[in-house]
Each structure stands twice: as C-alpha cells, then as structure tokens.
C-alpha cells in the first residue's frame, strides 16, 4: 500500500532551479491522485533521496554541496523531523544508499571522485565520514566521477558507475563492502567505450542480467553479472534514442519492472522514456518503442511498489507524471500531472 510519496527538487539559481526542498505527498490508494501535505524547506538541492531498510529514516545529498541531511518519518502524518547533517568529505554528492545492515549510508561523490561510507547511529542520525574509496582516473591524481551506489540484489557487491569527463574513465567500479569495519575493497572493473559516460545500473529481480545506461553516447548496455565474483560480462548494446533522431540526447534514469519484462530508460534533451522487451531467457534487448515524458528534462523515474505506474520527474518543466504500465509494457498516461519546482527524485513510503 502507498501512502507517501517524497519528492526531492533542487533549489539553487545555479541550477536555474525553482524548487523549494522535500516536498511530501499523500496518495490515494483508490485514484491514486496526489495531495500535498508539507514542504520541507530550509534545504539546499535535496537532489536524491533514500530510507534506511526498514524506512523509518530518511536521509538526502545536497547536490552540488559536501553534506548529508537525516530525518526521522512520522508514519502517521508522513512529514519528516530534522535530526542532523553530516559532511561526505567531497563535492557534489548525488546518490545514497543503505548497506545490507542498515549500520551504514554510502554515498557518491560526483565531483571529488570518492565513495563514502556514513556510519548511522541508533536515533538514524549520521555519523563522521568512515572510510572512503576513490574511484580512479587516467593518471595518479585523476578521479573518475561516481553517479551511484547501487548493490546487488543480494547486497554482496557494491556497483559505482563513474563517468569519465576531462580526466577520469567511463567505468563500473564493483566494490565489496565490509559493514563490521565500514571499509571498501575493489573487486573488479569494466570500462564502458570512450566518452559513453557511465550513469547508473539496474538490476532484474534474478539478479543475473544487470543493465547500465551510458549518459553521453546514449547507449544502454546488457551484462551477465556473477553474483559469485561480482564481474560483469557485456552481451548487448542499444540505442536509447530512434534511429530517425538526428538531434543531442542525454540519457539518465533507468528502471526494470517489477515482473522482470520490461526495461525503462529516460533521455533528456530528446524528453522520452525509452522501451524495450526482456528476453527473460536471455536477457537480452528488444526495442518496443518510445513514449514522450509530456514535458522537459526527465532526469528521473522510477516504479511505484505496486509496480503499475512509472513515474518522471522533469525537472525544467516542473512536472511529474504518471503513466500506466500496460501488459505489453507500453506506456499511457493516467492524466493527472502533478505540478512541483525542478523534481528530481521521488521515493514512496
């Protein structure tokens, strides 16, 4: 049962950005329609967020910046209690996540090129940088630049997709993690091909067919991943965009939904959420289609608990908006738009 949806917006004039903090919203679980409750303000680019495993805390980046901010949720009304902010030791982080323990937050640097583990305390507030990783670039001295921290199913392995830029490589860095000592150790890693700028990864519910999408070359790669040793074997490359399509692209969200069929990826600039079929055999792609976002910059989507609806967050029309998952996984919009300054992140309790 959804009850709340929290909705992370950036607030910067640097990032052209209108939003005002964490906004909170109840959903209907008849209609489905949204109403507001609250907004946390006070906050600066609370651009990605996440629970504890057992949802009881919730925690955000401060994108662009080095902190971290920690709540406590009040399941009754869904609004949020600050508990305290903590420094990453880097800039700009932009993901978190909590590790198999929940003793444990891990955070990825952008810009400083670091993974950072945050100890949580008993009352889910966060503690001192514990130990951090930096994900390498080109020559000693050179970072790569983290865009995420995502486990595997089993939590065994930690996948830290980084992208290149000036002097970094487009990688995916696996990493085991240690929660007794809060300490990582490299396990193995796979280069993407020049300039494709690694972003995120998503995993089917086997665990064995691991997807990544490659921010600049708009690419969207299928892998066989080892759950054993963590490494990553590259099958299949598609486009993210229509062959007609002369025009730039940004790739960025990517999702599979919950019955393992489908695989979901957002591209800005050409503002559409791309579709295709999983061979639940094989793993591998087949392009379906395209479906427009209905407005600009879908930075983000993901699936609500139900798995029925996807939803995109597009942060420069301010918008977020629900589609319908159809059994063949076409998409349709349920009509309702949801109207929030520069959306960038959406999680349901």
Not at 14 to 27: K, Q, S, T, V
Not at 54 to 72: A, N, P, R
Not at 294 to 316: K, S
Request: proline letters at 4%; charged letters at 20%.
């Amino acid at each position: 049962m959804i009850t709340y949806a929290y909705v992370g917006c950036r607030t910067t004039k640097e990032r052209n950005a209108r939003g005002l903090g964490i906004e909170i919203y109840h959903i209907d679980d008849e209609t489905g329609k949204w109403e507001h409750l609250y907004t946390i303000g006070d906050l600066i680019n609370p651009s990605y967020l996440s629970f504890d495993n057992e949802k009881e805390f919730l925690y955000t980046v401060h994108g662009d910046f080095s902190e971290v901010s920690s709540f406590s949720v009040d399941h009754l009304t869904g609004n949020l209690t600050f508990l305290n902010r903590v420094s990453t030791g880097g800039i700009n982080p932009v993901f978190l996540t909590p590790d198999k323990t929940n003793s444990y937050m891990i955070v990825a640097n952008l810009q400083t090129g670091t993974v950072v583990s945050l100890p949580r305390n008993e009352d889910g507030s966060l503690g001192n940088v514990k130990d951090k990783f930096i994900i390498t670039g080109e020559k000693e001295g050179d970072v790569s630049h983290p865009h995420q921290t995502m486990f595997d199913n089993t939590q065994k392995y930690l996948l830290v997709p980084a992208q290149g830029r000036h002097a970094g490589i487009s990688k995916t860095t696996v990493l085991s993690f240690d929660s007794n000592s809060g300490s990582f150790s490299e396990k193995y890693i796979l280069q993407t091909r020049e300039l494709a700028e690694a972003r995120h990864v998503a995993f089917h519910p086997n665990n064995r067919f691991l997807y990544l999408v490659n921010e600049k070359d708009n690419t969207v790669c299928f892998h066989i991943f080892d759950e054993q040793t963590g490494i990553m074997e590259p099958k299949q490359i598609l486009s993210t965009l229509p062959e007609t399509y002369t025009g730039n692209g940004q790739a960025s969200g990517i999702v599979v939904s919950h019955d393992g069929k489908y695989l979901y990826v957002s591209n800005r600039k050409h503002d559409s959420i791309a579709i295709y079929k999983i061979n639940t055999r094989t793993g591998m792609l087949k392009s379906i289609g395209w479906s427009s976002t209905l407005g600009n910059t879908p930075r983000f989507i993901t699936i609500d608990p139900t798995g029925q609806i996807l939803y995109v967050a597009n942060e420069d029309s301010d918008t977020i908006i629900p589609f319908s998952i159809q059994p063949d996984g076409r998409l349709i919009h349920t009509g309702q738009i949801i109207e929030t300054g520069s959306p960038v992140c959406i999680i349901f309790s």
